[in-house]
């Protein structure tokens, strides 16, 4: 079947990916496949993270969990932001770990009516000033666990923190929360709890600070193949290409103006093709007259407003058809990264920006 607009997903990048990564540290591999799996798909993409050698999956939401569950994956899956009300003994049931990131979650779900005791991580706030329990409430935070675990309504199996500056190795943010963490680990073995799981490090701390793995390390945006620290090549494939057919060729002469606001005037007779992919399937707007894209191997331009629906490129001297399949980012000439300084902004957030209306294709063994 042809397509309009298309993300195209390597499954065995990613699977290379996670070998990539765990070749890297002795730690276990919890890939993080939220958002979608930042937009390449969450149940393919979890498969193939679990080719590559991954021991689980975390996952931001509930919705999420339910998600892998219902498709019939049935490896450890870590669920980290839990709001008040959920259904939690329903996720406890379906063997999904759930983060106690404060006092009054951790009673919530020591309280949820399971028939099973709930696998809990304790969430830590070693200064990212997000989520976890802050360091002058660890005492009753670890205490209420270890009663709790007693009681057998919990079961605490992982202790955890997240790094708020690790893409910059030398801030000293970094060694401040390894610091911090360690206390909190001192805490935790204080009241003699023992979970399994100590984990701390992101991509760039897996990446870069191997006395940060501990016993399991959650890579996020490596996994898909970008490097979490700019400028640096740790061997990774970028697994997603988005792309579209041509609809329409046409001469344009000089003294046009292309797109809405007319922004972009030809100054010369100009071949243009409209591509159909606009801010609606991720192209962001604030790249008009900025960004580029591959055409038969060729970098391309964005001529004038980039559209709800579309774009409108100079072909330049290259031969174009309707159905020439442009090339948005990939592997290749023109990447996440390219739009994301075209953006202002990281790869991350093009990644995940892809719309729904843009269709997945996934290629690879894991397909």
């Known amino acids: 079947m042809s397509f309009q607009a298309e993300a195209l997903v390597d499954l065995d990048a990613i699977s290379a990916n996670v070998a990539v990564l765990a070749s890297r540290t002795d730690a276990a591999i919890l890939p993080a496949v939220k958002a979608d799996a930042y937009g390449h798909g969450l149940v393919p993409t979890a498969r193939a993270c679990l080719e590559g050698g ?13 998600r892998l569950r219902a498709a019939g994956v049935t490896a450890p899956v870590l669920a980290w932001l839990i709001s008040p009300g959920l259904d939690l003994a329903a996720a406890v049931d379906a063997e999904v770990e759930l983060s106690a990131s404060s006092h009054e979650q ?27 329990v802050p360091e002058a409430d660890w005492a009753r935070f670890v205490e209420t666990a270890a009663k709790e675990q007693a009681a057998g309504r919990v079961e605490v199996v992982g202790a955890w923190s997240h790094l708020a500056c690790a893409d910059e190795p030398g801030h000293p ?26 984990h701390l490090a992101n991509s760039a701390a897996l990446l870069t600070a191997p006395d940060r793995h501990f016993d399991m390390v959650r890579p996020g945006i490596a996994v898909y193949g970008y490097s979490p620290i700019p400028g640096r090549d740790f061997g990774l494939r970028p697994a997603m290409s988005v792309r579209a ?3 329409q060729v046409k001469r344009l002469p000089a003294g046009s103006g ?19 992919a606009g801010y609606a399937d991720g192209i962001p707007r604030s790249t008009s007259n900025r960004a580029e894209v591959l055409l038969s191997g060729r970098r391309a331009p964005i001529l004038g407003r980039v559209c709800m629906d579309q774009v409108v490129i100079d072909c330049g001297d290259i031969p174009t058809r309707p159905g020439e399949i442009v090339e948005f980012f990939g592997p290749g000439a ?33 397909a």
């Open 54 to 66: 991954a021991v689980g999956l975390g996952v931001a939401t509930l919705w999420e969990a339910w």
């Open 106 to 132: 951790l009673t919530e779900i020591a309280a949820a009516r399971a028939t099973r005791p709930a696998r809990i991580h304790l969430e830590a706030d070693t200064g990212m000033g997000r989520g976890g």
């Open 173 to 198: 943010a970094n060694a401040a929360q390894h610091a911090a963490f360690l206390r909190f680990l001192d805490a935790v073995d204080a009241v003699g709890l023992t979970p399994r799981w100590r």
């Open 245 to 247: 057919r041509v609809t």
């Open 258 to 276: 292309v797109s809405y606001g007319h922004t972009f005037t030809t100054r010369r007779p100009t071949t243009v093709a409209v591509v159909p």
């Open 334 to 366: 023109v990447t996440a990264d390219d739009w994301a300084e075209w953006h202002g902004t990281i790869s991350y957030e093009i990644l995940t920006s892809v719309g729904a209306r843009v269709s997945r294709r996934h290629v690879g063994a894991a």
